[in-house]
């Protein structure tokens, strides 16, 4: 198969493997009724909304809700201005943009907080309505910019950290089994998985040998009855169940029920043809990968595959 990843994606469509974003969540901040009323319905159809009339009430929210891609706030509040409220907000959310609204020429105010980056752009009251929703559009695609970076380098420090990992337990280890567990561990903490799996197979069939990493508490093996892990055997296609719950095949599976693992991904690792093991990256709660990420893991399983390749040729240590 030239393309494992498409036919993974294709097969997977109906448990929504690659989700469509959702409305990015922005936060309008003001004292006025009025005003916090026309700014929910103005960017209601294009954003999740939440509102708040003053600094004090914002902070809670996102502390309720988390981060949000864009802060709109009024400048003038009591007890709290809007450039004292969004400084608040960037240690948390430094990702954040935020915007205010002001009618008064508070330049000192403006000028501190805009030099300190703490807002992106203010637009005088009364502000025109189509001038505002073209600003907060750029801004949710700054964004948008920022979180793709962000992102971008994690999956490239979480690469690096994979291959330091494996060139490391490679050169270190003194059988092919020391090299498990500290691969799914790296593996594990490389994609936020709450528990992974690294088990060799030999004949088709899995052996007893393995290591594993689990983030919180004891990890049961269960994969010897595990529908994903079988067809990954059986196919030498990585098989992918992203919200099991949803899964016809799987929803029923008695240990996925036991175990609370509600996203589950098995990735066959082999090299020149031949199946040496299987990975299997376990989660407590449905998540969304994007095709570049399982391309990424299809990747870190090559090396894997290189990795215990050269640690079964290793000489016996005398």
Excluded at 235 to 258: I, W
Aim: a negative charge.
């Amino acid at each position: 198969m030239d393309n494992p990843i498409a036919e993974t994606l294709a097969n997977q469509r109906q448990l929504s493997t690659l989700e469509r974003p959702k409305k990015l969540k922005i936060l309008v901040v003001d004292d006025e009724p009025d005003n916090l009323d026309l700014l929910y319905r103005t960017f209601r159809r294009d954003f999740h909304v939440l509102k708040a009339d003053s600094g004090v009430n914002a902070l809670e929210v996102l502390a309720a809700e988390g981060e949000v891609a864009v802060i709109i706030s009024d400048q003038r509040m009591p007890e709290m201005k809007g450039t004292e409220f969004l400084s608040k907000t960037v240690p948390q959310f430094p990702d954040t943009v935020r915007i205010i609204l002001t009618g008064f020429t508070d330049i000192e105010d403006l000028v501190e907080a805009i030099n300190a980056g703490q807002v992106y752009k203010y637009i005088t009251k009364p502000w025109d309505p189509g001038e505002l929703k073209a600003v907060v559009q750029r801004a949710a695609e700054t964004y948008d910019l920022l979180k793709q970076r962000t992102e971008e380098l994690r999956r490239a420090n979480a690469q690096m950290a994979l291959l330091t990992v494996l060139v490391q337990v490679t050169q270190a280890a003194h059988s092919l089994e020391e090299t498990l567990t500290p691969i799914a561990t790296v593996f594990s903490e490389s994609f936020a998985a709450d528990s992974c799996i690294l088990q060799l197979v030999k004949g088709n069939q899995l052996l007893a040998t393995q290591g594993n990493y689990c983030h919180v508490g004891t990890l049961e093996n269960w994969l010897d009855q595990d529908p994903l892990t079988n067809e990954a055997i059986a196919t030498g296609q990585m098989q992918v169940s992203l919200n099991v719950a949803k899964d016809a095949k799987l929803s029923d599976v008695t240990h996925y029920r036991n175990t609370g693992v509600l996203a589950h991904l098995v990735i066959p690792i082999t090299y020149r043809n031949h199946l040496l093991g299987v990975l299997s990256l376990q989660w407590q709660q449905p998540c969304s990968l994007r095709e570049d990420e399982l391309n990424l893991i299809r990747l870190s399983a090559e090396l894997v595959a290189i990795a215990l390749t050269s640690s079964r040729c290793k000489p016996a240590m005398v």
